[in-house]
């Protein structure tokens, strides 16, 4: 028996149109439900054959038990106020945004018998929309919950299993504790690619014919979708603020050791670097 | 009929190896032969069974009319004098280092009558070694060579028909071009690299199980071996400084933005760098 009667998407991007297509492949619904914004993504959404589609997000929620929230990060609070009319007594709440502290807030916008859990399945890539959507894309990923402790244990275990049967990994944590992690992990590597991007287009000796894999692989994440990176950023200000300081003053650590011809302090400093992202390899 | 009687490797890692693999498979050479400082090495190239491995490289360049330099960029000098009592007259020397201008002024340590051609196959990366050797290495990748004007025209030749038959898209330039256009496109990036890893790591939110694509590919390079990659920044300081310092610009750029939540700038420098990183793929 499929664990919900209805599940809908509001918001089918990339993560959005990916719930559909793992739902419908793993049946985790009697039926499934999407809304988006634009015209061209809900042609894409109705091509899938997966999902009721609708233009109006509270017609969309509406009898759906599992509602799941995939809107842009700063637009969290107005889609939470849009589905409210729509939303069925004890219809569960969950979202998938990059930042946890902001959207918690956002979330007391729903009413008081709907509960919130938050996700945030770590399977962003830099193609967004739902033309990339792919039903493995949570297959082994990290997905991170941030109950508060305070929701309905029937809720958090629904969602939990949720994202189980997608295939992916569970952390739980608290929403600033998440926010800090993805900082580090996520938000700062994504701004420091941005940098080094707009620094190397500067440089005078940039060839483009010239650019191979170290440059590409650095600056990958670079390519991804600046309407979706400025919410995250502004929504996640302090840690990824302190982590790109963090990236200045090391840049200018090995700067001043390159200035100075001073070998054992750059040998020290790429070793420990090397030796840092190796490790990243041996935890996979 | 093989381009060369018998081609000498000096100092064979991943470049080197590579070398000997793809001249054996080509027919480029009568025979071949290579020289490694360390044993483990040496047991490496013994074992692909295509050259003669020596532990002397006066003797490994004996009788050879192309010799190709492939020791880390810091110890150029010392290679050259060390290979100078056994260079055949006329035999032609080249290299494989990411740094040029240094390498040229090392190179006048060769006998008069051994003509050099700067070489730089765009084909390393962050794993190191001739175990990791693959004769399809240089196979559509970039190699820069920076001939001065002042050599002999049939060696240079030689050496261009030598990279071609290897795969490498040959990119001709002088020295100090070609050391700008490396930094911006390479050292600058590791650099970058480097002082991201080293950020993360530091942040009190890093977790190394949450780390995903991204933090992964925007920190591979600084994977790479610090014993060469010190060597190549110092042998290249003035542009891999500035590149650095236009990081660090580009950071605080982008962290100011964050801090005084100023959306149109952080828009308008995402976009920039999403714009420019598209374009390195367009340019593929």
């Given at each position: ?9 509001v918001?089918a ?19 499934l439900a999407?809304?988006s ?32 929230v ?6 969290a609070?107005?889609?939470f106020?849009?589905i409210?009319?729509?939303?069925s007594?004890?219809?569960?709440v ?31 890539g830099e193609?967004?929309?739902?033309a ?8 082994g ?11 309905d244990?029937?809720?958090l ?12 990994v569970?952390?739980?944590t ?5 926010d ?33 894999a170290?440059l590409?692989?650095s ?23 302190a982590?790109?300081?963090a ?17 054992p ?7 420990e670097?090397r030796?840092?992202?190796q ?6």
């Amino acid at each position: 028996m499929a664990q919900f009667k209805r599940i809908a998407v509001v918001g089918a991007g990339l993560i959005g149109g990916s719930i559909l297509l793992a739902a419908a492949r793993k049946g985790l619904a009697g039926s499934l439900a999407c809304w988006s914004r634009s015209e061209k993504s809900r042609a894409t959404l109705r091509d899938f054959g997966v999902a009721e589609v609708f233009d109006d997000a509270a017609t969309c929620v509406r009898g759906a038990d599992l509602v799941i929230v995939t809107t842009p990060v700063d637009t969290a609070a107005e889609t939470f106020l849009a589905i409210t009319p729509g939303l069925s007594p004890g219809a569960i709440v969950t979202d998938a945004g990059s930042v946890k502290a902001a959207i918690l807030l956002a979330a007391r916008h729903l009413p008081a018998t709907n509960p919130f859990i938050g996700s945030h399945p770590m399977a962003g890539g830099e193609k967004a929309g739902a033309a990339h959507a792919a039903a493995n894309l949570f297959e082994g990923r990290v997905c991170f919950l941030t109950p508060t402790g305070a929701e309905d244990p029937k809720a958090l275990a629904a969602v939990r299993l949720f994202w189980q049967e997608l295939g992916s990994v569970l952390h739980e944590t608290d929403a600033a504790q998440h926010d800090e992690i993805v900082a580090a992990i996520s938000h700062v590597p994504h701004a420091a690619a941005s940098a080094l991007m707009l620094a190397v287009m500067d440089q005078p000796g940039f060839r483009r014919f010239a650019a191979g894999a170290g440059l590409r692989d650095s600056t990958r994440v670079a390519a991804g979708e600046e309407s979706l990176w400025v919410g995250i950023m502004l929504a996640n200000p302090r840690h990824t603020v302190a982590g790109l300081l963090a990236v200045e003053r090391r840049a200018a650590e090995l700067r001043t050791a390159i200035e100075a011809n001073d070998v054992p302090t750059l040998r020290r400093l790429l070793a420990e670097a090397r030796i840092a992202r190796q490790s990243l390899d041996r935890s996979e």
